[in-house]
C-alpha cells in the first residue's frame, strides 16, 4: 500500500477488538505506520447513566490506555484517542479523514444477518462509507502466516513422510 504511514484501529473493548489491535499492531510494524487507538463511547447527554459521565470517561480512558503496550507508544508512536459521540460509525470515519488514515482495522462481531437487518452494525457502516481500506477480524483472530505441515527436511526421498 502506498502511503500507508498511519493505521487506526477502532475498539470497543471486545475480544474481537483486541484481536483487530494485534493486527493493526503487527501492520503498524511491518509498514512503519503510526498506530492510532481509538475508542467512540455513547454520549451520556440526556440518558440515565448509573454513575457520573466524568468518571465514566475517566474510565473508558484508562482502559484504552491499558490496552496500549510500551512498544506501542515509543515504536509506534501509538496514538490514543477518546471520542463521544451517538453515531460510532461516523466518528470513527471522520476521525480517519481528520487524521488521513491509510488503513482502518476493527473487530466484527459476526452478527447473523437478521440481527444486522435490524440494528446495522459500526463495522459495516465504516466498510461501507470509509475514506480509506479497512480490514474487519472477527474472533478467534486467525494466524497471518499459518504453521507448515512438514518440515522439507523430514520427509523420505520420492515421497511424503
Known amino acids: 500500500m502506498i502511503g500507508l504511514n498511519d493505521i487506526l484501529v477502532a475498539t470497543d473493548f471486545s475480544e474481537a477488538s483486541d484481536a483487530a489491535l ?8 511491518t509498514f512503519g505506520a503510526t498506530l ?3 475508542h467512540v463511547m455513547e454520549n451520556p447527554f440526556l440518558r440515565p447513566v448509573p454513575g457520573d459521565p466524568h468518571a465514566l470517561k475517566a474510565a473508558a480512558a ?11 507508544r515509543t515504536t509506534l508512536h501509538a496514538v490514543m484517542a477518546l471520542e463521544v459521540s451517538d453515531e460510532p460509525a461516523e466518528e470513527i470515519i471522520r476521525y480517519a479523514a481528520r487524521h488521513a488514515i491509510g488503513l482502518i ?27 480509506c ?4 477480524v472477527k474472533h478467534p483472530e486467525r494466524d497471518f502466516v ?9 520427509q523420505e526421498p520420492g515421497g511424503l513422510s
Open 133 to 136: 481500506p479497512v480490514l474487519t
Open 146 to 154: 499459518p504453521e507448515a505441515r512438514h518440515d522439507i527436511t523430514d
Open 105 to 131: 482495522v476493527m473487530g466484527t462481531h459476526g452478527r447473523a444477518a437478521m440481527a444486522r437487518l435490524l440494528v446495522g452494525s459500526v463495522a459495516e457502516k465504516v466498510v461501507r462509507t470509509a475514506p
Open 22 to 29: 494485534n493486527y493493526g499492531r503487527e501492520l503498524a510494524h
Open 62 to 72: 484508562r482502559h484504552l490506555g491499558d490496552r496500549l503496550l510500551a512498544a506501542d
Open 36 to 38: 492510532h487507538v481509538l
